[in-house]
DNA sequence: CTTTGTATTAACAAAATTGTTAAACAAAAA
DNA sequence: TTTTTGTTTAACAATTTTGTTAATACAAAG
């Protein structure tokens, strides 16, 4: 055979991508994934031999994805407050970029408590090293006096709310798919992206 | 008839909540409802005819307690800044005592347009009443030079991000249903209601 | 005590959904 | 060319899930 454009596989991964993140694993159907790769059925079960399959290939890799957005990291060279603006503007450039991927995490963990455990596995590392990390410069920055008593853990909860959290609501106040919406769209990332920083930075003030 | 503890249609009303809330309309079985309510499965298409007639019965009354936590009171009779940090705590402990609430409802709207617009129906009357009611308090308090310069719209978004992203987070931290964690997560919810107050008052200050 | 309407049950039907298989096919290897 | 290997298809099977119905019980009204 050879290759296509797209291999077959990865055109059931696509589809089952799209299929996936929007309606969830319980809503979505193997044989609307198929139609929309455009290939039969009964490829979807040659290639992953279960929905439940296809959809952790899928999942673990959001999954991971979502985990490592939240490995803030603090650029070297910067004032204190610098890097953490930017690490707010990071992560919340890439939700905007990934706006199906909160609601899709966090939706599937409702209610099925391997998913979940599969989300805390790949959150953990990553938050525990920026807890870590962020620990010691916070306790530094704070004993010289620069900003606010805080932790590490409200910090990044702090960032982590206002962010997710914006995108969430989005998806409440504009129809996402619509293109005349756009304009709006943009300028309600744009003033949020802005107003989270302050929030973050103000809260730091002394 | 008469009377038992509970009626048959309630005991289907209260089990198909329990599922509904934890499992998400798709993963839900109307077996599994009718089975913990101790019923005959053909009790509930009966009652509610079929299964999404018996879980709008249950998601339009969830979304209306969603979208009514929105509707922040302003107590008369305060400075402004204690106002604000009594509609933040409330809203927390509403939250808190309805923890699968905003995953469920946010989840339901993922890819049906139809709930979506249900919850927007619900919530723009709110929003809308309380956008005005703060907008004017909001100018008058900055005119005087009392708190900085921001909207009511910022304000609500991100006392509800703080808010509804502690209870979503918990879920991950914490299993929610083991009494053993319950000290731990009283713990959590109380340090994070005083972080969320603490950070929306500091955001006001000038 | 008969009638009437509602509640309940078990068994069944229909539909939807996932998963399987045998046969056809195509490409590469021998 | 023939064989072999992996890919694809259509048809089918199995299961799950929702929904229906006919028979029955049962209480209240007349």
Do not use: C
């Not at 055109?11 to 319980?26: D, M, P, Q, W």
């Not at 706006?99 to 409702?110: A, H, K, S, T, W």
Request: hydrophobic content about 45%.
């Amino acid at each position: 055979m050879g290759n296509k454009d797209t291999t077959t596989e990865q055109a059931i991964l696509n589809a089952a991508e799209t299929v996936f993140l929007s309606k969830g694993y319980a809503a979505a159907r193997t044989t609307e994934i198929a139609r929309m790769a455009g290939v039969n059925h009964a490829m979807l079960h040659y290639y992953f031999r279960t929905k439940e399959n296809l959809f952790d290939t899928v999942f673990d890799q959001k999954v991971e994805l979502f985990a490592n957005s939240f490995a803030f990291i603090l650029e070297k060279n910067l004032p204190f407050l610098k890097k953490i603006a930017l690490a707010v503007e990071t992560h919340f450039d890439f939700l905007t970029s990934n706006p199906q991927l909160p609601q899709f995490v966090l939706g599937e963990i409702l209610s099925n408590p391997d998913r979940k455990n599969r989300l805390i596995k790949a959150l953990l590392p990553r938050i525990g090293t920026i807890f870590e990390q962020w620990e010691k410069e916070i306790k530094q920055e704070i004993k010289k006096g620069n900003i606010a008593k805080t932790t590490a853990r409200d910090l990044v909860l702090n960032i982590a709310s206002l962010n997710v959290f914006s995108v969430i609501a989005s998806h409440i106040f504009f129809d996402m798919e619509q293109k005349k919406s756009q304009k709006e769209i943009h300028q309600y990332f744009t003033e949020r992206k802005k107003n989270n920083v302050t929030v973050i930075l103000k809260n730091l003030q002394l």
